[in-house]
C-alpha cells in the first residue's frame, strides 16, 4: 500500500517542477520583449539619424552603443542574430570603412529585414498569450 506521505512527496515535486518550467518560459518570454524593444530602439535611432543627417553615414558611437545593446540583449534569443546586430555596431563605428570592402556589407544587416524580424518577434510573442 501506497502512503499518503510519499503521494504528498510527490505531489509537491511535480508542483515544484511545473513552477520552474513555468517561470523559466516566462522568463525567456521577458528577455524576448527586451531584446525585441532595444532592436526597435536600434532600427528607430538609426533611421532617425539617416533622414535628418539626409543619409550620412559618418561614423556614430551612439548608434554603435545602441546597436550593440541589441546585440546583447539579443544573444540570449537568437545567436545568428546577434551576431549580425554586432556588425550592425561595428558597421557604425567606421561606416566608411565597411563600404569600401568587398562583400562587408553583406555582413550588415538592412533596417527592413531587421524591422520584419522584430515583427516575427513579436507574432510569435502574441502566439503564446
Request: hydrophobic share 40%; glycine share 4%; charged share 30%.
Amino acid at each position: 500500500m501506497i502512503e499518503f506521505g510519499t503521494i504528498f512527496s510527490g505531489i509537491r515535486t511535480a508542483d515544484s517542477l511545473v513552477g520552474k518550467v513555468l517561470s523559466k518560459k516566462g522568463t525567456r518570454i521577458d528577455k524576448k520583449i527586451i531584446a525585441v524593444a532595444s532592436l526597435q530602439r536600434a532600427i528607430n535611432a538609426t533611421e532617425i539619424y539617416l533622414s535628418t543627417s539626409n543619409r550620412n553615414y559618418s561614423p556614430n558611437e551612439n548608434l554603435s552603443n545602441q546597436w550593440l545593446e541589441a546585440f546583447t540583449a539579443m544573444i540570449k534569443i537568437d545567436n545568428n542574430l546577434a551576431g549580425r546586430l554586432r556588425d550592425k555596431s561595428r558597421f557604425w563605428s567606421d561606416p566608411q570603412r565597411w563600404m569600401q570592402e568587398d562583400g562587408a556589407m553583406e555582413l550588415v544587416p538592412d533596417l527592413i529585414e531587421l524591422n520584419e524580424k522584430c515583427e516575427s518577434i513579436l507574432v510569435e510573442l502574441q502566439k503564446r498569450k
